[in-house]
């Protein structure tokens, strides 16, 4: 091979090694859900989330999945959130999936919110659940804080089996809490319920993917 | 001579100039013992890193391809007396590093013997008395601690008291992780279904931190958090705030070595 055929040889295997690593960064390392800012009004502001056992869609119809409402009313599948430092921010989450249940007891217990309580389907606030009856949790282990999700009982009827998101009118448990952001930050958010079925300890696919089982919280 | 020289103005930046940035610090006697034998094996092998570097720079100058030289290099067959020099001085090392790493793992600092390395279900020594146990507990992606002298509280914050030994009994409940105290100089897998076990004793109050060391998902570089050293009494305080804010005893399973549960109860 003469010296130019060496150097041409060299700069194609050069480029196609760039080509390689700027695909994997756009596709992989880059390729985050869009942002949902929470909804904010007198000072407060305000996150609904839904919860469900399968996403429906294309390209993992069948992974458990986050969902947040925007301010369209509408529920976007991502799970990264933009909310305003130093303010209470007051959550709802319309869960649609059955009981895990949880292999570390101690998430059972809500952490870090107003109260140390959260309020399941309306009742009166209570600190927390058993937690055999855990669906997912939501947790910001930097901010200290985790709130169980209680599950849809297994015998109830009418349970959500359309694409996400799911009709109000199927089987649900809604769960209530506040908490107050701290200083601005990109805080990292978790299902710490071993939920995704069919994977290795509970915890491959969705549990492992931001837009799904994790997000990030942008506290601005 | 140049060897000599360079090695003796290396050790001695060795022991004065970066004995006191070497990790992993002062905070605990096992991180102190620690930090001790970095800097001798470091003074060990500063003569050995300036003998290649002297030669390989000798080598270049007078070894070097000279205009118009296309010989070969004269042959020259065995030197016993390098050959020796160089198997005995090696042997030497070796063995002696053996021999100091064996008794800095075997001698009991501050009561407690083989600490740091995460010997297994039990220690070399048993525990020295009042010991404080902590049970570590990792999954994907937080450390959570158990106290069982407590009441077996568990909590989601690491304390400790100064100058009181600690026992770590470290395992997980999903995949390998590994716990590191990096200040404490405590390093012990967490792997499901063992129980890891190393001791520390922490002789400073303050902050210290916590990683994992073993990849174990999508927020393995997020798993880190800081754990405290605290006096006895600020310590009594903090365990008493988090008697307080227990889970209700009957929705915690009684205190165990190990946590493996049932894979068909808990995968989804």
Known sequence: MTRGARIAALLVSAVAVAALVAFYISTWVLNFPPAVQAQTSNGSASLTLETVAAYGHSPHSSWVSYFVKGADGRWHHTTIIDIPAHTLVHVTIINFDGNSGLRNPLWAKARGVQGAEISINGKPPIAGINPDDASHTFAIPDMGISVPIHGVADNAPNQCATPAPCPMSTAHTVTTFAFRTGKPGHYRWQCFVPCAAGFLNGFGGPMQTVGYMDGYLNVT | ??????????????????????????????????????????????????????????????????EGDEEDGPYTKDNGRVQRTWILVTLAIVLGLAIYGTDELLSASAGIAGVGGGQGPTLIRSAPAGSLQVQVIAQQWAFTYRYPQYGDIETTTLALPVNRPVIFNVTSIDVIHSFWAYQLGVKIDAVPGTNNTAGTTATHTGLFDIRCAELCGLWHGAMSAKGEVLTPSAFTSWIHVQQAHQPAPNTMPPHAKTYFPDPNDRAG
């Open chain 2, 1 to 66: 001579m140049i060897w000599v020289v360079l090695s003796v103005i290396g050790v001695l930046l060795v022991f004065f100039a970066l004995k006191p940035h070497m990790p992993p610090g002062n905070v605990s006697h096992q991180s102190a013992d620690q930090t001790e034998t970095n800097t001798v094996i470091a003074a060990i092998m500063t003569p050995i890193g300036v003998g290649v570097i002297a030669f390989l720079v000798y080598a270049v100058i007078v070894f070097r391809a000279r």
